[in-house]
T-cell receptor, first 113, second 112 residues
């Protein structure tokens, strides 16, 4: 079956530090890959997506590249801000009838001033 | 948010009572989903719908039922609430074809 593995948190960084959150996946076929962000007390928001190998998704300074050879979709940001503190979820959709997502367990990011 | 409204946003009720949560969308998306989110378990799918009157079970469907009588509304019912169903419930919508899901703001349900 499909699965998504994320690095466990929390990840604690100082403002302006470089961020990497690792995500690897197992799936049949050619999945689409997503990163979602959840701020405290809110629902999940789509941060970025990639639908085929070597695609790079980007939004709000965050980037992730779909690497089929390493089955990875790592999230990166060059300089984090306190406002980036949230929980980040990696997810995939793999050509299933219900368009269902398989989520990773989430990684909490804490950015200190 | 992508035109998704969950109601109520917060509810406290007692064990054994029926509870219905509502998800309303204005996007005319075909698919709708109900998840629960619990510490240590991430997001788990309860039920989903792939069209009016078409629903199917997810990973944790025991104790829950759903109905979708029109495109815009997807109801989640706990027939007889138990304390183990205390959780935050999220509704999501999407279109077919590996499209992303868009989430509502959640309902915090406490069962005493």
């Amino acid at each position: 079956g499909n699965s998504v593995t994320q690095m466990e948190g929390p990840v604690t960084l100082s403002e302006e530090a470089f961020l990497t959150i690792n995500c690897t996946y197992t799936a049949t076929g050619y999945p689409s890959l997503f990163w979602y962000v959840q701020y405290p007390g809110e629902g999940l928001q789509l941060l970025l997506k990639a639908t085929k190998a070597d695609d790079k998704g980007s939004n709000k300074g965050f980037e992730a590249t779909y690497r089929k050879e390493t089955t990875s979709f790592h999230l990166e940001k060059g300089s984090v801000q306190v406002s980036d503190s949230a929980v980040y979820f990696c997810a995939l959709s793999a050509n299933n009838a219900g368009n269902m997502l398989t989520f990773g367990g989430g990684t909490r990011l804490m950015v200190k001033p | 948010d992508a035109g998704i409204t969950q109601s109520p946003r917060h509810k406290v009720t007692e064990t054994g009572t029926p509870v219905t949560l509502r998800c309303h969308q204005t996007e005319n998306h075909r698919y709708m989903y109900w998840y629960r989110q619990d510490p240590g378990h991430g997001l788990r799918l309860i039920h989903y719908s792939y069209g009016v009157k078409d629903t199917d079970k997810g990973e944790v469907s025991d104790g829950y039922s759903v109905s979708r009588s029109k495109t815009e509304d997807f109801l989640l019912t706990l027939e007889s609430a138990t304390s183990s169903q205390t959780s935050v419930y999220f509704c999501a919508i999407s279109e077919p074809g590996n499209q992303p899901q868009h989430f509502g703001d959640g309902t915090r349900l406490s069962i005493l």
